[in-house]
């Protein structure tokens, strides 16, 4: 069976729920229906599904899953969606800052976010981390600069959908370049970390007494009378010149680390491509360097789905990039919550819950899947259920001849795309 006409028995589906909907009262514990008590709008009235009381559209239709779920929603689970639209902005001179962490997303618990953009010129100042930092260009250009273990640098230009990685502890720089400057998102292997708490070159000269400078340095204490005392963090710095000088300048005896810091993940060839979209995977094996975060680049076309699968490694941490998706959330219980997402938001699965993405638009689906991790893992349930004795399946699913025909054809599907 092709994955068109997969996706048309599933759309034949759908459409036998919304007429069933119709009727005028559902039964609970039926197909679209399962729950007793029954769930969703379709087992209620107009007069108790009215809200006379105080609203605020503008948050409230942000999430229509949340204010009418499907009828298979059913109990309760921490909150998958956040949103950098939502998010504080911290604004410098040289550009702005805003993050989800724990604070805001208590169940991210393995990916802290942060949205940033440096305008020309703008540099994030010389710092390092206790936590890896994984980042995705969105739009622009900006120098990166570290050096490894061994004292060896890398300075390179990064522009929309490349990627780059540091590992913990690596020290490095980020600056705005050309006439626009750049926007990124990064992507810390804790979800407690932030951008907001990072250990500064500027904060360490400045608790530092002057004389173990002077020693440190072999100059005169006096040399650094003018140091900032605090933090510059974002600040309006000079337009960078060529990168091919700044390479030099900064080129070690040592020669270049052994593996690049930058990845050019959107011009890769899709790991995966299909009628439904097409998937990016990123992870030490073909980024070597990045040691502790896997990504996977998904485009679902519209009208297409990610289809029902879970990760059994790690947890997912999602980014949204373009157009409008809906995903459904299965956890034991049972529960299941169904959440809308939009370009700026953010999802989270834990590991081993079931789950899909839905392009619920007209143009592509783009999000990033993160994970904790050194390697990409996912099994999906068109797979499995594949790989089930047939008799078994029949008797767990109760369906025809025909049904089981097609799922075993899918035994040796390689996409993840309807």
């Not at 379709?42 to 006379?52: R, V």
């Not at 020309?120 to 890896?132: D, S």
């Not at 034991?332 to 839905?358: M, R, S």
Request: with cysteine.
């Amino acid at each position: 069976m092709t994955d068109l006409t997969r996706r048309n028995v599933l759309v034949g589906a759908a459409a036998g729920v919304v007429a069933l909907g119709a009727s005028a009262v559902a039964k609970a514990a039926e197909f679209g229906n399962p729950d007793s008590p029954p769930q969703g709008s379709i087992n209620s009235t107009p007069a108790a599904l009215s809200e006379p009381g105080p609203q605020n559209p503008q948050l409230r239709d942000v999430l229509p899953s949340f204010n009418n779920p499907p009828a298979t929603d059913v109990g309760g689970m921490p909150i998958p969606w956040a949103s950098f639209n939502e998010a504080h902005k911290r604004i410098q001179s040289g550009g702005w800052a805003r993050e989800v962490t724990t604070k805001a997303f208590p169940v991210s618990k393995d990916i802290a976010g942060v949205n940033m953009r440096l305008g020309p010129g703008g540099v994030r100042e010389l710092h390092w981390h206790q936590q890896a930092e994984w980042a995705i260009m969105v739009s622009g250009d900006v120098r990166i600069t570290t050096i490894d273990t061994k004292g060896r640098a890398e300075v390179a230009d990064v522009q929309s959908g490349d990627i780059w990685y540091f590992p913990p502890g690596l020290p490095h720089s980020l600056q705005g370049v050309g006439d626009n400057g750049g926007e990124f998102v990064l992507a810390f292997d804790n979800g407690a970390a932030g951008e907001f708490n990072t250990l500064m070159v500027t904060d360490w000269f400045a608790h530092t007494p002057p004389e173990i400078l002077a020693q440190n340095f072999g100059v005169p204490a006096e040399k650094f009378k003018d140091i900032p005392l605090d933090q510059l963090w974002i600040y309006q710095g000079a337009k960078a010149g060529p990168l091919v000088a700044d390479q030099a300048y900064c080129a070690s005896p040592a020669g270049r680390p052994d593996h690049p810091f930058i990845f050019r993940m959107s011009a890769m060839t899709p790991t995966v491509s299909s009628a439904g979209g097409e998937v990016r995977i990123v992870d030490s094996h073909n980024f070597p360097v990045s040691k502790t975060v896997a990504a996977a680049l998904v485009t679902v076309r519209p009208g297409g789905l990610r289809e029902l699968h879970w990760h059994p490694d790690n947890d997912e941490w999602q980014y949204y990039i373009k157009g409008s998706g809906r995903m459904t959330v299965f956890n034991t219980g049972p529960a299941a919550q169904t959440v809308d997402f939009n370009p700026g938001d953010v999802g989270y699965v834990e590991k081993n819950l079931g789950h899909y993405i839905k392009n619920t638009g007209k143009d592509d689906l783009v999000f990033l899947e993160i994970f904790k991790s050194d390697h990409f893992s996912e099994v999906t349930l068109s797979q499995w259920l594949a790989n089930v004795p047939r008799q078994m399946l029949k008797e767990h699913l109760r369906v025809d001849e025909e049904t089981l025909d097609a799922i075993h054809k899918l035994k040796q599907r390689q996409d993840v795309l309807a």
